[in-house]
C-alpha cells in the first residue's frame, strides 16, 4: 500500500486552523527542537497586517497614557489630594466593570475594525475637549466618557490581533505588542512631563487627542474581522458566557486572579505625584520627577520585551509569572522605603522588568486557550480583571496612603503581593506546573457554555 501524502502546513488565516492537519511526515522534527533552531525574533513584522496593527495600537497607548498621566498630575495640583487622584481609578473602574460583558458580546458580534472605529471617535474627542476645559468636573466627566469608549475598544482590539498572524509566531507578536507598548507607556509619561514643565497641562491633552486620532485613520486599513460564527442574540446568557468559561478553566482563571490581586495591591501610580512632591519642592521639578517616575517601569519592561523577542519562549512558562509577580512585589516595597530619586527609579524599572515577562505569559495563554468564536467575551473578561485592578488599585492606593501615608500604603502593597503569588501557587497546581506554551491549544467549552455559544439552525 502506498503512504498518504501529507497535507500541506497552512502559511496564513486563522489560528485556530494553522496546525489542522499536520502529520509526522510534515513536521519530523519534535516542536521543541524546532522552535529552538528556527527562532525568529522578527517573525510577527514580516507580517504587514500585524505592522499596520503595531503601529496604531503603538498611537493608541501614547494617547492614552499621556491622557492618564496628565489627568493624574492635574487633578493631583489642583486638590493636592491622593485620595482625589484615586477617584481617577474609580471614575474609570464603574463603566469598566458595569460594561465590559456587553462589550465582549459586541466584539463577538459584529465587525470588530468598526466597532474600534466607533469608540475611537470618543477617544479623539475627549482629550481635545480638555485641553480647552480642564476644569475638576470636566475632568472627571470626560474620563468615564473615554472609559466607556475604552471598555467597548479594547476587546476587538484584544480579539483581532490573533487572526492577523500564524498561531506559530503568536507568542512572538505578543512579545511585541508588550514591546512596543512599553515602549510608548515609558515615552508618553517622560515626555508629558516636560511637555507640562515647558508648556503647561493643556498641550499634553491635546497631544493625546492628535496621537488617538492618528491611531483611528491606521484603523481604517486594517482587516475587517468578524468572529467565527453566526450573530447571537444580546441575553445575559451571552454576555456571562465569557465569566463562565473562564471560571471553569484554571489555565484562564489563575492568571487572571494573580494579576488581579497583584496590581491591585501593589500598584503605586496614583502615589508618584506625592512622592514626586517629597523628592523637590520645585514645581517644574516635580513634573519633571513625576514624569521619569512613571516612565521608569516601562523602561524596564522595554528591555525585558527586546529580550525575550530574542530568545524562544519559556520551557516553564507558569512558574516563570509566579516569579515573575513575586519579584514585582519585593521591588514595590524596596520603592515604597526608598528616599533616594535614583533608587526608586531603578525599582520601579524592576517592577516592569516583572511585569513585561508575566504579561507577554498570560495574554499569549489567554488567547490560545480561548477558541475564536470566545475571544471577545473572554477578553472582556481578561479587562474586568487586568484594567480594573489598575484601576481599583488607584483607589485603593489613594485611600491607604490617605489615612497610612505613602510609604506604608505602598509597603504593605509589596508583601501582599509575595502572599498573593503563594496561594495562587498552591491553589492552582496546573498553572505552577504549566510547560511551554506552544503546545497550549484552545480549550473545548462545557456543554452548558456550548448551548450559549451554539449557532443556532433556521
Not at 519559556?314 to 524596596?334: D, E, H, N, Q, S
Request: glycine residues 6%; positive net charge.
Amino acid at each position: 500500500m502506498t503512504e498518504p501524502t501529507p497535507k500541506p502546513v497552512p502559511t496564513q488565516g486563522r489560528d485556530s486552523e494553522l496546525l489542522e492537519g499536520i502529520t509526522a511526515e510534515v513536521a519530523p522534527l519534535p516542536a521543541k527542537t524546532t522552535a529552538l533552531q528556527k527562532h525568529d525574533p522578527y517573525a510577527a513584522f514580516r507580517v504587514p497586517a500585524y505592522r499596520l496593527y503595531c503601529t496604531s495600537f503603538v498611537l493608541a497607548i501614547i494617547g492614552s497614557q499621556t491622557l492618564s498621566a496628565a489627568a493624574n498630575f492635574d487633578v493631583y495640583q489642583k486638590t493636592k489630594s491622593s485620595l482625589m487622584v484615586g477617584m481617577i481609578g474609580l471614575a474609570n473602574a464603574i463603566p469598566l466593570l458595569a460594561l465590559a460583558m456587553p462589550a465582549g458580546h459586541v466584539a463577538d458580534t459584529f465587525s470588530r475594525k468598526r466597532v474600534l472605529l466607533f469608540t475611537q471617535v470618543f477617544l479623539v474627542a475627549c482629550p481635545l475637549a480638555l485641553s480647552f476645559w480642564h476644569t475638576l468636573p470636566a475632568i472627571f466627566a470626560l474620563l468615564v466618557v473615554n472609559a466607556v469608549a475604552l471598555t467597548f475598544g479594547r476587546p476587538s482590539r484584544a480579539s483581532i490581533l490573533p487572526n492577523l498572524v500564524p498561531k506559530s509566531i503568536f507568542a512572538n507578536a505578543v512579545t511585541w505588542n508588550s514591546s512596543m507598548f512599553e515602549l510608548a507607556a515609558s515615552i508618553s509619561p517622560a515626555c508629558t512631563g516636560f511637555i507640562i514643565a515647558g508648556l503647561g497641562v493643556r498641550w499634553a491633552y491635546l497631544v493625546s487627542g492628535i496621537a488617538m486620532a492618528g491611531c483611528m485613520i491606521l484603523t481604517f486599513f486594517l482587516p475587517d474581522i468578524r468572529a467565527a460564527g453566526a450573530r447571537q442574540p444580546m441575553t445575559w446568557k451571552n454576555f456571562a458566557a465569557g465569566v463562565t468559561f473562564v471560571s471553569g478553566n484554571s489555565l484562564l482563571l489563575g492568571p487572571m486572579l494573580l494579576d488581579l490581586l497583584a496590581v491591585l495591591l501593589s500598584g503605586a501610580t496614583a502615589l508618584l505625584p506625592a512622592f514626586a512632591e517629597r523628592m523637590s519642592d520645585s514645581p517644574k521639578e516635580q513634573a519633571l520627577i513625576y514624569g521619569w517616575l512613571m516612565a521608569a517601569p516601562s523602561i524596564g519592561a522595554v528591555m525585558m520585551a527586546i529580550i525575550q523577542a530574542h530568545r524562544p519562549p519559556p520551557k516553564r512558562a507558569g512558574r516563570t509569572m509566579l516569579v515573575a509577580v513575586a519579584f514585582y512585589g519585593v521591588a514595590t516595597i524596596i520603592f515604597g522605603l526608598s528616599h533616594y530619586f535614583w533608587l526608586s527609579f531603578f525599582m520601579l524599572a524592576i517592577t516592569g522588568v516583572c511585569d513585561n515577562l508575566s504579561v507577554v505569559i498570560r495574554h499569549t495563554l489567554v488567547q490560545l486557550a480561548t477558541p475564536d468564536n470566545m475571544r471577545g467575551r473572554v477578553s472582556a473578561v481578561n479587562q474586568i480583571f487586568i484594567i480594573s485592578s489598575n484601576e481599583l488599585g488607584k483607589v485603593e492606593s489613594g485611600v491607604t496612603a490617605h489615612f497610612m501615608g505613602p510609604v506604608k500604603s505602598v509597603v504593605a502593597g509589596g508583601i501582599g503581593t509575595i502572599l498573593v503569588v503563594f496561594a495562587i501557587a498552591r491553589t492552582f497546581p496546573r498553572l505552577r506546573n504549566l510547560g511551554e506554551l506552544h503546545g497550549v491549544k484552545p480549550i473545548e467549552p462545557p456543554e452548558a457554555q456550548r448551548e450559549a455559544t451554539a449557532v443556532t439552525s433556521v
